[in-house]
């Protein structure tokens, strides 16, 4: 049995869930989220309450999906209340990042600029190499860090490249003298 899917999902003031069709909408204060779902887990919605269960517990799959069909609507449910921030950290002499209309430019030492198109449901501010990144998708949000963070990730040495704001870089000693 599933912990994480057993457990009834609070609907909280202001957020409308409704499941229709194999789809559900999560409405909020701060937009729409819709995410198509399979037919195996029933869903069903009570008041403010959220519970589900798998039409049949046979297989280690359906238990897998009936959690993370309930971890998925649960980051909805929160999402549509207060958006998701990733926040990412550029360290090194010269690079540079800078927010122009749709894009994310970059410098990162290479011999060319690169520029990232931001998906149009995220919000992106660059100061002082600080990246923050803000969306009601955590999903979203998570792959548009993940990527923006694998141009160039931080190096053991000295450091230098995107890490996210919690991420400890774990150092090497480098050459020693003879």
Do not use: C
């Not at 449910?77 to 749709?102: A, Y």
């Not at 955590?138 to 991420?167: I, M, N, S």
């Amino acid at each position: 049995m599933s912990r994480i899917g057993k457990q009834e999902l609070n609907i909280p003031a202001g957020v409308t869930v409704n499941h229709t069709g194999g789809v559900i909408t999560v409405v909020g204060p701060k937009g729409t989220l819709t995410k198509a779902l399979r037919d195996d887990i029933v869903i069903t919605i009570d008041g403010d309450k959220i519970t589900l269960a798998p039409k049949n517990l046979d297989t280690k799959f359906m238990n897998a999906l009936w959690g993370t069909y309930a971890s998925h609507i649960k980051n909805m449910i929160q999402g549509v209340s207060t958006p998701f921030i990733k926040t990412l950290i550029l360290e090194g002499v010269g690079f540079k990042s800078d927010v122009k209309g749709t894009n994310l430019d970059l410098a990162l030492g290479f011999s060319h600029p690169v520029s990232v198109p931001i998906p149009e449901t995220l919000t992106v501010t660059a100061t002082k190499n600080v990246i923050a990144i803000t969306g009601i998708d955590k999903e979203l949000v998570g792959q548009f860090a993940a990527k923006v963070r694998a141009l160039k990730k931080p190096e053991p040495y000295k450091g230098k490249g995107f890490r996210y704001d919690t991420e400890v870089i774990r150092r090497k000693q480098g050459k020693k003298a003879a």
